[in-house]
């Protein structure tokens, strides 16, 4: 289930003036001239997609032989969890256990990250009656299994979604996203895995303390255990919606000023004075960049909502999202080479033609030659939304196809 239908758990009055900051607005214009697509919505069948609805949200990689991708499917009466294995020659399901399986149950993972081929947690919701909880799902390196996790705030009455996770070692983990009130005040949420267990830990909530009232953290990305960085927005006092920062210093979050204005959705730092993070609504300063002191923003073509964002050098970092385009919801894939930021072309699996919908979600990349892409696209012919993986070679971004060919994309 996707956050608008979370939120239906609570009063719809107390935040309707959430919808906007949690989801921002859909498309834009144009960010760079409709790509190369045939148009066609050819399935693929090297890339499971599950139930008769598939989305994937997050991607992590170890090496060139290891990486996840988490989402969830819908089965016709329930939505669960999904996960998906590369291992270097191809994407295979892997099962994950769910909060039940019967009408109505739904379970979703938004997020994933590794510090080994042995240790990955994936981070997400799960509804329980009326209420959405927080989960957190750990791999050992032959199963994935639940492990509990707190739901800070109103965990009878409210909502909590986990959007981000990042690991500094195995035994040091912040899992980040929100939780909503039955008064539908929305707050900050971290979540801390101390090798044992994960526990809430307090963090800085800007703006006012009113119902209706938003804030909400969405990636986080740590360089060691001493220093992260936890990225998201909130609304101020004047309804304006803000970007949101919170550095983790070794004992404690504080807020550090960004100054602009839209929710920012991911992070990624090559070290602790190198970080960027990425705007989820349209703007041509979609990226801002953090030296250890400060953010700044810095232009990027276009005007589109930047999903995720994955560095591996100072001068090699690659964004993904969406834009509109005559009345088409395109893939964007941006690349930074240390100096500038420049749209990359990519393929849109769903079609370019006006009603076609693609949607790009999250990225990881082990080297600037070998990054993957996650997210869905809506198949005519299947009627539903379906898993699209893309695979960036170094030279070009592929639809993934298990056999080295651009499916649906004439280069």
Same mark, same amino acid.
């Given at each position: 289930?996707?956050?608008? =239908?979370?939120?239906?758990?609570?009063?719809?009055?107390? $935040?309707?003036?959430?919808?906007?900051?949690?989801?921002?607005?859909? =498309?834009?214009?144009?960010?760079?001239?409709?790509?190369?697509?045939?148009?066609?919505?050819?399935?693929?069948?090297?890339?499971?997609?599950?139930?008769?609805?598939?989305?994937?949200?997050?991607?992590?990689?170890?090496?060139?032989?290891?990486?996840?991708? !988490?989402? #969830?499917?819908?089965? =016709?009466?329930?939505?669960?969890?999904?996960?998906?294995?590369?291992?270097?020659?191809?994407?295979?399901? %892997?099962?994950?256990?769910?909060?039940?399986?019967?009408?109505?149950?739904? #379970?979703?993972?938004?997020?994933?990250?590794?510090?080994?081929? #042995?240790?990955?947690?994936?981070?997400?919701?799960?509804?329980?009656?009326?209420?959405?909880?927080?989960?957190?799902?750990?791999?050992?390196?032959?199963?994935?299994?639940? %492990?509990?996790?707190?739901?800070?705030?109103?965990?009878?009455?409210? !909502?909590?979604?986990?959007? *981000? $996770?990042?690991?500094?070692?195995?035994?040091?983990?912040?899992?980040? *996203?929100?939780?909503? #009130?039955?008064?539908?005040?929305?707050?900050?949420?971290?979540?801390? @895995? +101390?090798?044992?267990?994960?526990?809430?830990?307090?963090?800085?909530?800007?703006?006012?303390?009113?119902?209706?009232? *938003?804030?909400?953290?969405?990636?986080?990305? &740590?360089?060691?255990?001493?220093?992260?960085?936890?990225?998201?927005?909130?609304?101020?006092?004047?309804?304006?919606?803000?970007?949101?920062?919170?550095?983790?210093?070794?004992?404690? @979050?504080?807020?550090?000023?960004?100054?602009?204005?839209?929710?920012?959705?991911?992070?990624?730092?090559?070290?602790?004075?190198? &970080?960027?993070?990425?705007?989820?609504?349209?703007?041509?300063?979609?990226?801002?960049?953090? +030296? *250890?002191?400060?953010?700044?923003?810095?232009?990027?073509?276009?005007?589109?909502?930047?999903?995720?964002?994955? &560095?591996?050098?100072?001068?090699?970092?690659?964004?993904?999202? +969406?834009?509109?385009?005559?009345?088409?919801?395109? /893939?964007?894939?941006?690349?930074?080479?240390?100096?500038?930021?420049?749209?990359?072309?990519?393929?849109?699996?769903?079609?370019?033609?006006?009603?076609?919908?693609?949607?790009?979600?999250?990225?990881? &990349?082990?080297?600037?030659?070998?990054?993957?892409?996650?997210?869905?696209?809506?198949?005519?012919?299947?009627?539903?939304?379906? /898993?699209?993986?893309?695979?960036?070679? =170094?030279?070009?971004?592929?639809? @993934?196809?298990?056999?080295?060919?651009?499916?649906?994309?004439?280069?």
């Amino acid at each position: 289930m996707g956050m608008k =239908g979370m939120l239906a758990t609570v009063p719809a009055a107390a $935040v309707a003036g959430l919808l906007f900051f949690l989801f921002g607005p859909t =498309g834009g214009p144009p960010g760079k001239a409709a790509g190369t697509a045939t148009g066609r919505t050819t399935p693929d069948p090297a890339v499971p997609s599950l139930g008769i609805s598939s989305r994937l949200q997050g991607v992590a990689c170890t090496s060139v032989r290891n990486c996840w991708a !988490v989402g #969830s499917y819908e089965t =016709g009466i329930a939505e669960l969890n999904e996960a998906l294995h590369w291992d270097g020659h191809s994407w295979s399901e %892997i099962a994950t256990p769910d909060h039940g399986t019967s009408p109505g149950h739904q #379970s979703s993972l938004t997020a994933v990250t590794c510090t080994s081929a #042995s240790n990955c947690w994936a981070v997400g919701s799960y509804d329980r009656g009326t209420v959405q909880l927080n989960e957190a799902l750990h791999w050992d390196g032959s199963s994935w299994s639940e %492990i509990a996790t707190p739901d800070p705030g109103f965990p009878e009455t409210g !909502v909590h979604i986990l959007d *981000g $996770v990042s690991c500094a070692s195995p035994a040091n983990c912040w899992a980040v *996203g929100i939780h909503i #009130s039955d008064r539908g005040i929305s707050r900050n949420a971290e979540l801390r @895995w +101390n090798g044992a267990s994960w526990s809430a830990v307090n963090v800085p909530n800007p703006g006012a303390n009113v119902a209706g009232d *938003g804030r909400k953290l969405s990636g986080i990305a &740590c360089t060691s255990a001493s220093d992260c960085l936890a990225v998201g927005g909130y609304v101020d006092v004047a309804n304006a919606e803000r970007n949101e920062a919170l550095r983790w210093n070794g004992s404690r @979050w504080l807020r550090v000023a960004t100054h602009d204005r839209g929710a920012l959705t991911s992070a990624s730092c090559t070290a602790a004075t190198r &970080c960027w993070a990425v705007r989820g609504q349209d703007s041509g300063h979609g990226a801002i960049r953090w +030296n *250890g002191t400060r953010w700044s923003a810095v232009a990027t073509p276009g005007r589109a909502e930047l999903n995720g964002v994955a &560095c591996t050098a100072a001068a090699t970092c690659v964004t993904v999202g +969406n834009y509109g385009h005559a009345g088409a919801l395109l /893939n964007e894939v941006l690349g930074w080479n240390g100096n500038s930021w420049s749209a990359v072309a990519v393929p849109d699996p769903g079609g370019t033609s006006a009603g076609s919908q693609n949607r790009l979600a999250s990225v990881a &990349c082990t080297s600037g030659v070998n990054c993957w892409a996650v997210g869905s696209y809506w198949n005519d012919s299947a009627g539903a939304h379906q /898993n699209v993986v893309l695979h960036w070679n =170094g030279h070009a971004w592929v639809w @993934w196809s298990g056999r080295g060919q651009r499916v649906g994309y004439d280069a």
